[in-house]
């Protein structure tokens, strides 16, 4: 089975922070994808990647930048934490042949205080 | 724009009756379907997908979608509901061409009765 894992369920920042999300797959998906999960607006992509050292915007990515140094790791960094990105941050890779269905990880809960 | 709407923000029913979760997308041809299910502080978890050929598919947990390219829709079914598929649903497409993206619905909130 895939798996996706991320490495904080629950984090609690203070505004202005600098804060890292990780997220890591074990099926060498070559995209790997980041989201945020707000009631009533469904998932939002913030970022994607589809190789090393790639990466394409979403459609939310100001105040985020990402970085995937390694293909199984996809970092999502909040350079200066407010409280507007207290959210739902969701993880999800794919490999590129077959249906591209995605697989999540459990999500982070982020509230910045 | 490329959009899935999904109609129902809430639905409730009861144990063993049956479930339909409505699902349209706007696109001309016909795009990768999914949908994936969300149990309260978790991730998302697939439970079908659609692509081509039959159009009824079958996922796991007992539940089947119809996609009907007539009205643009993929429906999710399911039988008889129990009460641990109480859960969010989100009706998700991938577009043809070279983008890797999904677009999801907002999602529909399934709470079931006893």
């Known amino acids: 089975d895939v798996k996706v894992t991320q490495s904080s369920r629950y984090l609690v920042k203070r505004t202005g922070e600098k804060v890292f999300l990780e997220c890591v797959q074990d099926?060498?998906?070559?995209?790997m994808f980041w989201y945020r999960q707000d009631p009533g607006l469904g998932l939002r992509l913030i970022y994607f990647?589809?190789?090393?050292?790639?990466?394409e915007k979403g459609d939310i990515p100001e105040g985020y930048s990402v970085s995937r140094e390694k293909k199984e790791r996809f970092s999502l960094i909040l350079e200066s934490a407010s409280t507007n990105q207290t959210s739902m941050y969701l993880c999800?890779?794919?490999?590129?042949?077959?249906?591209?269905?995605?697989?999540f990880g459990p999500g982070t809960r982020l509230t910045v205080t | 724009a490329q959009s899935v709407t999904q109609p129902d923000i809430h639905i409730t029913v009861s144990e063993g009756a049956s479930l339909e979760l409505r699902c349209n997308y706007s696109?001309?041809?016909?795009?990768?379907l999914f949908w994936y299910v969300q149990s309260p502080g978790q991730g998302l978890q697939l439970l079908l997908k659609?692509?081509?050929?039959?159009?009824l598919v079958q996922g796991i947990k007992g539940f089947e979608a119809e996609f009907k390219r007539s009205q643009s829709s993929f429906n999710l079914r399911k039988p008889s509901v129990h009460w641990s598929d109480a859960a969010e649903y989100f009706c998700?497409?991938?577009?043809?061409?070279?983008?890797?993206?999904?677009?999801f619905g907002t999602g529909t909130l399934l709470a079931v009765q006893p």
């Open positions: 999800a890779s794919h490999r590129v042949r077959g249906y591209y269905e995605q697989y």
């Open positions: 099926m060498d998906h070559e995209n």
């Open positions: 990647s589809y190789d090393v050292k790639m990466k």
């Open positions: 696109y001309g041809a016909t795009p990768y």
């Open positions: 659609y692509f081509s050929g039959d159009t």
């Open positions: 998700a497409c991938r577009y043809g061409g070279a983008t890797n993206k999904l677009i």
